[in-house]
């Protein structure tokens, strides 16, 4: 809805708000851009000293956590593995809307109209804040980590209140307003949700503390939920535990073919020699054409990072990378998955196998310079 044109102290302070978060937001959300980048290495040093200062508490280092995965490109659940594109599809297609809205608003400005109640404004009286609700949402979906939950949690509890005051200010400016009002829902035709309202008599402090009430919900219901998906993938993940560690595959695998990658690639010279002593293990399978920036792998000439599965690969060839799991604050309880744990890997060698022929093909040493260093990037 269109602003007033002098929107008095406590509308600009809230706005102020919003601004505020959402710059603390789209700090959050273009991580996401960054490490997608070219210079995804370079950038994310950016981030990296937050990351880390987060990780050193116990009481902080769990919002850094990834809840889906990032790594992976193949699980055994389809609700995990389109999680990803759902969430592009929901974060472009906020934008798009918020776009749409701002034109609306914008052009009747410049026109010095009215109140804008046609297009999308027909039917809801805040188009531009739902999209960016819808793009919030789609943003913690592509970019899952408990960090950007509460981001999206904050701006979006910012937009409700920050609609409420506007309503408050064209109510004042716009005659009609409170009849359009009456036909419209807020974020949603009126049809599909129940009006709710606080007494017109409610004391000014017992509205603060419905407000961050709330707040507080909403934030433990999202929190929640990210942890139950968080343990389903962990569980949708190909996985196997052996002696020396787990084996984590990115793409799906049979348990027969992953039982052979694992006893040929831990049973090589190369590899006793350099996990002797090291551990816990987490050793991620990939086809031996797959490069991802966050294992920390060779890169030949000529190859690129990604995380797209190779067409047409041979699926008889894999190579195995042989991390040692770095653990956060709380360890790894007796029993308890290593993955569910880890915070970070420290390279140690990486095996090419051939299934077919039953042989360790080549082995190749740590590099030298990993892609991202030792920052703390996703692990599964």
């Known amino acids: ?38 210079f995804g290495a370079y950038l994310y040093a950016v981030y990296g000293p937050g990351l880390d200062w987060l990780q050193a508490f116990g009481l902080t280092g769990w919002t850094i956590q990834f809840f889906l995965p990032h790594i992976v490109a193949e699980t055994r659940s389809v609700p995990v593995d389109v999680a990803e594109t ?39 009286r805040h188009p531009q804040y739902l999209a960016l609700i819808v793009a919030s949402i789609g943003m913690a979906l592509f970019w899952p980590r408990y960090l950007v939950v509460i981001a999206s949690v904050t701006v979006i509890c910012i937009y409700i209140a920050l609609g ?8 004042r400016q716009f005659p009609g307003y409170a009849a359009y009002m009456q036909s419209t829902g807020r974020f949603l035709p009126r049809r599909l949700v129940p009006r709710l309202a606080f007494p017109a008599a409610t004391p000014g402090p017992v509205r603060v503390a419905a407000w961050c009430g709330a707040y507080l919900a909403a934030l433990a219901v999202a929190l929640s939920a990210a942890a139950g998906l968080r343990a389903h993938a962990l569980t949708s993940l190909y996985t ?19 039982e052979a990658v694992a006893r040929l690639a831990g049973s090589a010279p190369a590899t006793r020699a350099a996990t002797s002593g090291r551990g816990p293990l987490l050793n991620y399978v ?71 022929a039953g042989v360790v093909t080549n082995s190749f040493p740590p590099p030298e310079t990993p892609f991202y260093g030792s920052r703390q990037v996703p692990v599964f």
């Open 86 to 124: 759902v969430g592009m599809i929901l974060f472009a297609g906020g934008l798009v809307g918020f776009a749409v809205g701002a034109f609306q608003i914008y052009r009747a400005k410049l026109r010095r109209e009215e109140a804008v109640v046609t297009g999308v404004y027909r039917h809801i």
């Open 1 to 38: 809805m269109s602003d007033a044109a002098r929107p008095p102290q406590h509308a600009t302070a809230t706005r102020r708000a919003l601004w505020a978060s959402m710059l603390f937001y789209a700090l959050i959300a273009f991580e996401f851009f960054y490490m997608a980048s070219p």
């Open 240 to 258: 196997l535990q052996t002696e020396e560690g787990t084996y984590l595959s990115v793409v799906a695998i049979g348990q027969d073919d992953l």
């Open 286 to 356: 990939l086809p031996a054409g797959m490069y991802v920036s966050e294992v920390p792998m060779r890169l030949p000439p000529g190859a690129r990072f990604g995380h797209s599965v190779p067409s047409g690969r041979d699926p008889a060839l894999y190579k195995v990378v042989f991390t040692e799991a770095v653990l956060d604050a709380g360890g790894r309880p007796e029993g308890e998955d290593v993955i569910a744990h880890a915070v970070n890997k420290i390279p140690l060698l990486e095996v090419h196998i051939d299934l077919r």
């Open 164 to 171: 409420r005051l506007e309503e408050g200010i064209c109510l």
